[in-house]
């Protein structure tokens, strides 16, 4: 079946430091990727997204590297201030593609 | 443009009562997607709708649970005979396009809370 699985539940990071969150993807027909921002008390707000084509894509100061061989999907954020403390989920298309499916979410605490 | 709007942002219900949560789709969006939120745990699926039909409800509950995007007017998720278990926030998105070609914009969701 499908799922989205990420490594690490909680990431404490330091202020201006890069952040790395990683997302396994099991669906290997999914062909569209998300990353959303999740902060408390609100809906999931979309960060950047890359398709199947695509191995890397820029934001601002996010990157989303997708690796198919592995089935792995990473998001990095750059000089990581205090907004960007949030819960983080990546979200795949899956077979079907007529719908996101959620990873479990990775919390990001940025220390001053 | 407003976003997606959801109302109630809070609900409380009795046990045995009906909780109605409703969804108005950023404008000229056709897509709507329902999805369930425990808390610290992720989105789970429910249903995708079109304007007037459900495409998919492989998350929904087969009992309680209803959903209907109306030509006119908002979107609704019904839950009928509530139960402690359906306490949690409830998210809905909307979207151009099929999940496919592009991403969701969600609302801020409705907090349902069954006592």
């Known amino acids: 079946g499908e799922s989205v699985g990420l490594h690490l539940p909680t990431l404490s990071v330091q202020e201006g430091d890069n952040s790395i969150i990683n997302c396994a993807y099991s669906n290997s027909a999914s062909d569209y990727f998300i990353w959303y921002k999740q902060e408390s008390g609100k809906g999931p707000q979309f960060i950047i997204d890359i398709r199947s084509n695509m191995d890397k894509r820029q934001g601002q100061r996010v990157t989303v590297l997708l690796n198919k061989t592995v089935k792995h999907l990473s998001l990095q954020i750059a000089a990581t201030q205090p907004g960007d403390s949030a819960v983080y989920f990546c979200?795949?298309?899956?077979?079907?593609?007529?719908?996101?499916?959620f990873g479990g979410g990775t919390r990001v605490l940025v220390k001053p | 443009n407003a976003g997606v709007m959801q109302n109630p942002r809070h609900l409380v219900r009795r046990r045995g009562q009906e909780a109605r949560l409703r969804c108005s789709p950023v404008k000229g969006h056709s897509h709507v997607y329902w999805y369930r939120q425990l808390p610290e745990e992720g989105l789970k699926f429910m249903v995708y709708?079109?304007?007037?039909?459900?495409?998919?409800e492989s998350g929904m509950p087969k009992e309680r649970f209803s959903a209907e995007f109306p030509k006119e007017g908002p979107s609704i998720l019904r839950i009928q005979q509530v139960v402690r278990g359906d306490s949690a926030a409830y998210f809905c998105?909307?979207?151009?396009?099929?999940?496919?070609?592009?991403?969701?914009?969600f609302g801020s969701g409705t907090r349902l809370t069954v006592v």
């Open positions: 709708l079109q304007k007037e039909n459900i495409i998919d």
């Open positions: 979200a795949e298309n899956g077979a079907a593609g007529n719908k996101l499916t």
């Open positions: 998105a909307s979207s151009p396009h099929p999940a496919q070609e592009s991403g969701y914009t």
